[in-house]
C-alpha cells in the first residue's frame, strides 16, 4: 500500500498529526511519502508527478479546507481516481465534518482500521513478500494493486465544485475548485473582516466575529440564471436583492447549524441559498432560528436552489471567497459540479 500525505506545516498540530499519521504507515508495513505545502509550493503540486516514481492508492490531506481543496483540484486535474482522507488540523474543517469525520484522531483511526481491512499489517505483508519472494504469489496475496482496489471499493463518491468569477476589469479566471462553499457578497466581505486572532482562538467561531461587522452591510441586486440540466429540471433565472449569495457542497457547520439543507458531498448538484435583502438589518434573528431548527426550508428571507451548474451576476462588483478564503472581488460568476468526481475515505464506506 501506497499512501502521499500532503501536510500544511504552518500549524504546529498539523506537523504533529502528520508525524503520528507516518508512524501508523510505517507500522501497517504502508509505503508512506510526505509532501509540504508552501504558498509556493500549494497542495497537490508535484503529488503525481514523476513517471519513476508508482502513483500513491491513497491520499490523506493534513490541513483544512483550503488543503483538502487543493489537493482534490489536483486529484480532478489529473483525471485520477485515487482515493482521499481528509484529516482535519485547519480552522473550520468543514468539509472532514459533513463526510462524517471529527478530528484527526477520528480520521486517524479510520486510515488505521482500512489499513487493518485492506491486509497491509505485518503479518499480511510479511507473508505476501515471502509469496512474491517465493514465486508463489496466488489470488489471495496482498499486493500493492490489490491494496488499491480495495482502498477505491471503499470510497465514496463526491462532488467537486468548479468556479470561474469575471473581475471588475472584465478578465476571467481559471475554473477554481471548491468543496465547502463559494460566495459572493456580505459572507465574503465577514471573512475579511475576521481577526486572524479570533480564528486563532475560537477556531470557526471566530468567524462569527466577522459576521458581526458586516450583518448590516445594504443588499445587492443579483441575477441567478440556471441551465436546469438537474433531472426533470427547466432552465430558469432569478433576479433578487441579497445580502449574499452562496453556493454550498455541504449541508451543516459546527454548532448543529444546517446551513444548506438540500446539499451536501455526494448529492450530484449545487445547493444554491442567498439571504434576502429584507433579512436586513432587523430579521436576521429569525435567519439565525432557522438555522438551529435544522435547516432554511421554511424561511422565507431566503432564496433556495438546486442546481448543476448556475450563473450569478451581480449589479457591481462584490467580494467573493472559495471555501472560506478570499477571491478578491468580482462583477459575476459561472459555476458548476462535477458529480462523484471525487472518492473519499470516509464513515459509512463499504468495507466498514
Same mark, same amino acid.
Given at each position: 500500500?501506497?499512501?502521499?500525505?500532503?501536510?500544511?506545516?504552518?500549524?504546529?498540530?498539523?506537523?504533529?498529526?502528520?508525524? #503520528?499519521?507516518?508512524?501508523?504507515?510505517?507500522?501497517?508495513?504502508?509505503?508512506?511519502?510526505?509532501?509540504?505545502?508552501?504558498?509556493?509550493?500549494?497542495?497537490?503540486?508535484?503529488?503525481?508527478?514523476?513517471?519513476?516514481?508508482?502513483?500513491?492508492?491513497?491520499?490523506?490531506?493534513?490541513?483544512?479546507?483550503?488543503?483538502?481543496?487543493?489537493?482534490?483540484? @489536483?486529484?480532478?486535474?489529473?483525471?485520477?481516481?485515487?482515493?482521499?482522507?481528509?484529516?482535519?488540523?485547519?480552522?473550520?474543517?468543514?468539509?472532514?465534518?459533513?463526510?462524517?469525520?471529527?478530528?484527526?484522531?477520528?480520521?486517524?483511526?479510520?486510515?488505521?482500521?482500512?489499513?487493518?481491512?485492506?491486509?497491509?499489517?505485518?503479518?499480511? @505483508? /510479511?507473508? #505476501?513478500?515471502?509469496?512474491?519472494?517465493?514465486?508463489?504469489?496466488?489470488?489471495? %496475496?496482498?499486493?500493492?494493486?490489490?491494496?488499491?482496489?480495495?482502498?477505491?471499493?471503499?470510497?465514496?463518491?463526491?462532488?467537486?465544485?468548479?468556479?470561474?468569477?469575471?473581475?471588475?476589469?472584465?478578465?476571467?479566471?481559471?475554473?477554481?475548485?471548491?468543496?465547502?462553499?463559494?460566495?459572493?457578497?456580505?459572507?465574503?466581505?465577514?471573512?475579511?473582516?475576521?481577526?486572524?486572532?479570533?480564528?486563532?482562538?475560537?477556531?470557526?467561531?471566530?468567524?462569527?466575529?466577522?459576521? #458581526?461587522?458586516?450583518?448590516? /452591510?445594504?443588499?445587492?441586486?443579483?441575477?441567478?440564471?440556471?441551465?436546469?440540466?438537474?433531472?426533470?429540471?427547466?432552465?430558469? %433565472?432569478?433576479?433578487?436583492?441579497?445580502?449574499?449569495?452562496?453556493?454550498?457542497?455541504?449541508?451543516?457547520?459546527?454548532?448543529?447549524?444546517?446551513?444548506?439543507?438540500?446539499?451536501?458531498?455526494?448529492?450530484?448538484?449545487?445547493?444554491?441559498?442567498?439571504?434576502?435583502?429584507?433579512?436586513?438589518?432587523?430579521?436576521?434573528?429569525?435567519?439565525? @432560528?432557522?438555522?438551529?431548527?435544522?435547516?432554511?426550508?421554511?424561511?422565507?428571507?431566503?432564496?433556495?436552489?438546486?442546481?448543476?451548474? #448556475?450563473?450569478?451576476?451581480?449589479?457591481?462588483?462584490?467580494?467573493?471567497?472559495?471555501?472560506?478564503?478570499?477571491?478578491?472581488?468580482?462583477?459575476?460568476?459561472?459555476?458548476?459540479?462535477?458529480?462523484?468526481?471525487?472518492?473519499?475515505?470516509?464513515?459509512?464506506?463499504?468495507? /466498514?
Amino acid at each position: 500500500m501506497r499512501v502521499a500525505l500532503v501536510v500544511n506545516p504552518i500549524h504546529r498540530r498539523g506537523r504533529r498529526v502528520a508525524r #503520528a499519521l507516518v508512524a501508523l504507515c510505517r507500522d501497517h508495513a504502508a509505503t508512506v511519502r510526505v509532501h509540504l505545502t508552501s504558498p509556493a509550493r500549494p497542495a497537490g503540486r508535484g503529488l503525481l508527478a514523476g513517471a519513476e516514481e508508482p502513483r500513491p492508492d491513497l491520499v490523506a490531506a493534513v490541513g483544512g479546507d483550503g488543503t483538502v481543496r487543493e489537493v482534490a483540484g @489536483a486529484l480532478s486535474r489529473e483525471g485520477v481516481c485515487i482515493p482521499l482522507l481528509p484529516v482535519p488540523t485547519g480552522t473550520a474543517d468543514l468539509y472532514a465534518l459533513n463526510v462524517g469525520i471529527r478530528s484527526a484522531a477520528h480520521a486517524g483511526a479510520l486510515l488505521e482500521e482500512f489499513l487493518r481491512a485492506a491486509g497491509e499489517g505485518h503479518g499480511a @505483508a /510479511r507473508r #505476501a513478500s515471502a509469496d512474491r519472494q517465493s514465486g508463489a504469489a496466488g489470488p489471495g %496475496s496482498v499486493t500493492g494493486s490489490d491494496g488499491a482496489r480495495r482502498v477505491l471499493a471503499a470510497a465514496r463518491d463526491c462532488d467537486l465544485g468548479l468556479i470561474r468569477f469575471v473581475r471588475p476589469d472584465g478578465g476571467r479566471t481559471p475554473e477554481i475548485p471548491f468543496l465547502v462553499d463559494a460566495g459572493m457578497g456580505g459572507s465574503a466581505q465577514a471573512l475579511l473582516r475576521t481577526p486572524a486572532l479570533a480564528k486563532r482562538l475560537l477556531g470557526a467561531g471566530g468567524y462569527a466575529v466577522g459576521a #458581526a461587522r458586516v450583518l448590516l /452591510r445594504p443588499p445587492v441586486h443579483f441575477d441567478i440564471r440556471m441551465p436546469g440540466n438537474l433531472p426533470e429540471a427547466a432552465p430558469r %433565472s432569478t433576479h433578487l436583492s441579497a445580502w449574499s449569495v452562496e453556493l454550498g457542497g455541504i449541508r451543516a457547520v459546527p454548532g448543529r447549524i444546517t446551513v444548506f439543507p438540500h446539499g451536501g458531498p455526494g448529492t450530484g448538484g449545487l445547493a444554491l441559498l442567498a439571504v434576502r435583502g429584507e433579512a436586513v438589518p432587523w430579521r436576521w434573528p429569525q435567519v439565525f @432560528a432557522a438555522g438551529f431548527r435544522g435547516g432554511y426550508g421554511g424561511s422565507g428571507l431566503l432564496h433556495r436552489e438546486s442546481a448543476s451548474a #448556475a450563473e450569478v451576476r451581480a449589479e457591481h462588483p462584490v467580494p467573493v471567497h472559495v471555501d472560506g478564503e478570499d477571491a478578491g472581488w468580482a462583477s459575476a460568476a459561472t459555476v458548476r459540479v462535477l458529480p462523484g468526481a471525487l472518492a473519499v475515505l470516509a464513515p459509512g464506506s463499504p468495507w /466498514r
